[in-house]
């Protein structure tokens, strides 16, 4: 079974940054394609960002184009998404998600407020 732990949130200030840490267990880890979404209070869950598996591609929402980086260390079995240059509007659960499984983790709450 498909395992999540998401990690690294916290408050953070408006143009601050945190990274976030996911670790994943029971899949092949090296062979998937993995991504980040998001949930703020009273909105639909979003996509966020999605890495290859070997990491040479990335794709980013338009929200955080420029400001989030999205990486990996298959090593680990770790997906990283380093966020900087933060507004209100990151407020949410953050999540990461195996893209071909239906498994999701706790999610790490993520606060942007001065």
């Known amino acids: 079974q498909v395992q999540l732990v998401e990690s690294g949130g916290g408050l953070g200030q408006p143009g601050g940054s945190l990274r976030l840490s996911c670790a994943a267990s029971?899949?092949?880890?090296?062979?998937?394609?993995m991504s980040w979404y998001r949930q703020a209070p009273g909105k639909e869950r979003e996509w966020v960002a999605v890495?290859?598996?070997?990491?040479?591609?990335?794709t980013y929402a338009d929200s955080v184009k420029g400001r989030f980086t999205i990486s990996r260390d298959n090593a680990k079995n770790t997906v990283y998404l380093q966020m900087n240059s933060l507004r209100p509007e990151d407020t949410a659960v953050y999540y990461c998600k195996v893209i071909k499984y239906n498994y999701w983790g706790q999610g790490t709450q993520v606060t942007v407020s001065s």
């Open positions: 029971g899949v092949t880890f090296s062979s998937n394609r």
């Open positions: 890495m290859t598996s070997t990491g040479g591609g990335t």
